[in-house]
Every structure is written in C-alpha cells, then in structure tokens.
C-alpha cells in the first residue's frame, strides 16, 4: 500500500522510512541514478548531481546520508506543489509516479502527519500484518483518555510474554501487553471495516475498543502467575473489575460504547458473535508481534530455525486478516476465512511459533520456577491477592517475590528441565526432585492447532471447519502440533535460598501436585 486510506475515525499509512526500509531502498536502486532522472523536472536537484559524484567518490559517510539528502529534498517539493494544489486532493506532481513504491509511501505518510485532521502521535504499526494506522481528531480525545489512565499505562510494563527468558533481548525491546492491545484493536478495526456491508458502524466501532482493551485486566506475570488461581486470574473473565469502575464509565460515555457489551465480546459471550472475531485479531496480533521479537534476536537458533525458514518462504503470512468475512447466522455473525489456503499458512506459522519458540523449554525454566512456584506459595499466602496483581507490575512482582526469597532469580541456581508423555509421570517425577532437595515446577504445554475452530468454505461454498474443508492439511497440523512429550518438568537440584524458606516451598508444591493428582 502506497497511500493513506481514511477508516472512521482512523488513517491507514503506508508508513515512514526507517532504518530496515533504507537498506532495502539502497539495495533495490542507485540513489545517484535516481537524482539524475529526476533533475530535468526538479531543478533543485541539479545541486546534488555534483553531490552524486562525491558520494560514488565515497565522500559522504554512507549511502543512508544521501538518501536522507534526496528525502529531504523531494519533501519540500512534494509539499510545495501540494500546497498550491491544495483543491484538488488526488493531484500530484508527474515526477512522483517515476519514484520507488517506498519512497511514495514514505512522502504521502509525511504529507497526512502534516494534516491538522491528522495525529501522529497516536500510531499503531502491527509488525508483518502491512497494517499502520493513526488517529482522527472525531477519537482522539477518547483515545488520549484511554491511553492515559492509570489501567492502560500499567500495560507498558507488563511483558507481552513473562514467562520467557531470551539473554539476547533486554526488558525495553521485549514487547508489551500495551502494544498488543492496541494492535489487536488496529486489526479488529480494519477487519470490520472490510465488513462494512453488513456490520453496522456501532458494532463496528464497539469491536474495535473491545480488541484495546481485551487485556486490561492481564496479572503481573502473565500466564505464568495463573496456574495458581486460573478463576481469578483470567484476564477475559476479570476484566469487569476494572472496566465497570466509575473511572472507565466517562471513557464509555465519550465513545458511546456499551460497557457491557464489549465486556461480552472479551468473554466471548456477546449475542453476535464478535467474541470469535477477536480471538482471530488477537491471534493476528501476537503472532506477529511476538514473532518480531524472535527476529529481534541473533538470529535463529537451531530450535526456532523452521520458523524462520517458514516465514521466509511465506513472508505475506500475517496479512491474512484480509480475507476475513463476517457471516451473518441469524442475528450473529460467523467469523470466516475465504482463502483455505491463505489460512492453512497461518496455522502453520502459528504451530511453528508454538512448537519452538512460546514452548522452547529451555526459555521456560527459571520464569516457571519463579512466578509458578515461588510467586505461587506467596499467593497462597496471601501475601498477594488477585486484585493487587491486577494492579501492580512485571518489576514489582518480581521485587516482591525477590524480597520474600531474599534473593534473586539469577542466583537461584542453573534450572534443568525434563520432559514426559504424561502429566501424572512429570507430577511423579517432580515429587521426587522435591524430595531430594530441589525447587522445581511443572508445566503442561500441549498445543491447539486450531484447525476446529477456524472456519472457511468449502469446495461448494458452505462454510465448514478448516479439518473439514482440508482433512489432509488439518492432520500434517495435527502432528506438527502434537509433541511426543509436552509436559515438562523444571527444577534447580541446590537452590541458593535459605533451608526454611526451600521447606516452604516445597511443602506448597507438593500439596499442590497432590491436588492434581486427585482430580485426575
């Protein structure tokens, strides 16, 4: 996309040109070349010819530096031919259609920041989905009053993934629940848009707040702090603690949206079927944040390799949000892909991102034994309760858990992990670590691969599941998914902790798993 495309109360852009867009511009053409057929229409340009000779002469500290001269000077070109053609909208000068698509982007992005409609200050860009937007003065008061209140604010401290630990990628880069929300609801919003036809503007606009703030109630600590209560640590069922607090309801008044309802939504429970749609968004959503963290990395390890391999071969993956239709069924709506195998691509990358990145165990250990087990024994103390962690930090957990340890994670010990068949032979094993001395915890890691729930057409346009519309894809899925041994057991053999404090916790951990073991 190469121009800006106004949604409601948002503008799509095609967005700025950044570091990574720079290299793939200077590897796609000569930016010397380019000055010299564009100087017979911008005589401007003539200057930077001798300029170009200095560059190839390698004067000039890089080829970025001369990109940025040339940006630079088609801006005040661009923006001086637009502003005397202000009255009509679609005009641009004839030079602009010789120029790289990113370059075009690039000045029509600028050009709408520079809008007074527009503001660039409030931004989403969703990694590898082709989706930047930013807002429209109509939502921009509603939205600077949900960005700042104190619930939202608190999710840009707490990790998109807390229970992962990657040495190569430091807190500040690691992405957050914040970031999330917002590209959950910038996806929801273009999906219902594209269903504009039968899904009215008021549902429209309800679904995209519902995708902003699905994860307003997430606990410090993420999915790694629920095993110790999953009732009241459940992000989607809590969530009306916070937003039926007399603080949300001026938010709601202003966006004219129904608390209840977008409520519903989250839960999955609303009357049309919206829940569905937003668990695919979010689905869109952190895959392919959580899959710019993985890149973020080195490089590829050999456990996360076929990801990248994937990824590589099917870089349009994650914009399969675009062929997602809107079904009415009575007076709901079934959430339907229209492309099998457009769909079957995502799938995969999301059993692959599953498989070897969210459950690589050796990323697993320490956050497990830390926020499970010991964040888990203060819960069951009371020394944290599910409101508090629903108001607190990532930081401040892990303070609290570090005070009551008195000690910190990284000097716990080097934790190990096991993996099993069976949930009642990892939770065997595990008792018998605890007996010889150890900390330990046990994690169950079994992978969805959602070909049952996915709905799509069929060959003579009903609309099914995707195992029924591809029984053969749906079983090679079904196999990626199914791990031989997907319980695993972490453990640090002589924790560095004081002996009372490892009784304690050993004591918690072994009438938990006897609790297990009873229910099943």
Known sequence: MTRCLPIGDIVLVPGLIGPEEAKQLLNLFDVGDLIISLADEIPSLKNYQTANEKYKQGKFDGAEQFLVVLLNELWQEYIQFRAENFDKDSQEPTWFSRLPRLIKGHLRTQFQFNLEEACPNLTVDVPYTGIRFMYLPAFVTATTEFLKKKDTRRLQFINQLPNL?????????LRKRYGHSLGTGAITRVVAFNNCRILPPWLRHTVHIAGNLHDIATAAGGDGIKPADPAHLCEERNAGEILLRNRWRRYFQETDTSAQLVLDIIRGEDEFGLGNLLSQTDRFDYIAGDLQNCIKKSGPSRDE????YFFFDHPTTLTVWDCVRLMPAGKSFKTVFTDPARLADFLELRTLMFVHYYYNQSSRSRKAIWIGTAGGFLYSQGKISAQELRRITDSHLDKIVRNHL????????IPLTETFSSYEEALARELHLLREGAISATERCTINSAVDESLTFA???EIVSFREANPKKARELDLLAGTEKPFYVHYIRKPDISTAILEKLKKFRIQQIKGILDEL
Request: aromatic fraction near 8%; charge should be neutral.
């Open 165 to 173: 630990i990657y040495p190569n990628l430091s807190g500040a880069s």
């Open 305 to 308: 390799s076929p990801i990248f």
């Open 406 to 413: 008195r000690i910190d994670q990284a000097a716990l010990g």
């Open 459 to 461: 060959a003579l346009g």
